[in-house]
């Protein structure tokens, strides 16, 4: 393992969020490297194709010289971490229902490494309300949500929408 502090950032990024974005230029300042896993979620129908959230996400990320995007169909999280060389895991936390979910997740995978440590990061107060099934749903309906994707993320919802 490195002596450099890389963070993974994992999840399904359907899509990026401008609440994503504020977690991963925190996680910058923290972090020497930042990898944002765009991973597969079995529990959703999925919006964009993992390689259209992959190009859409370095796109939003492209002003950050320590980030990459990675793109991950199968695996256990702590497992693609260690195999990135990832010492840290990052989660953005929302609210209370966040916090309990990730608290149980982070406790498991610390039981499965102990080389791995969570770092949650509180949303800022403007980004607390968004989550990417809402995005979704407003834009689905014709709704305006330039305020809380970035602007290429928009952009591909309305050509994905019409």
Known sequence: ??????????????????????TVER?????????????TNTTKKPLFSPEEKKE??????AHL??????L??????????K?????????????????EYEKNIASMNRTMDESI??????ADDKFSNISSSMIKEIAKFKGDVSSFVPKEV???????LG
């Open 65 to 70: 010289d320590n980030v990459r995007v990675v």
């Open 154 to 160: 928009n952009e591909a919802l309305i050509q994905k």
């Open 83 to 99: 195999e990135l060389e990832a010492n840290f895991l990052i989660r953005g936390v929302r609210n209370n229902q966040d916090y």
């Open 1 to 22: 393992m490195t002596n450099k502090r890389i963070a993974l950032f994992p999840g399904s990024f359907d899509p990026f969020t401008n609440g994503h974005l504020n």
């Open 56 to 61: 859409l996400t370095e796109k939003a990320v």
């Open 72 to 81: 991950q169909s199968e695996g256990l999280t702590i497992h693609i971490a």
């Open 27 to 39: 996680a910058c300042l923290l972090f020497d490297e930042v990898i944002i896993g765009i991973f």
């Open 117 to 122: 440590d969570t770092v949650f990061l509180l």
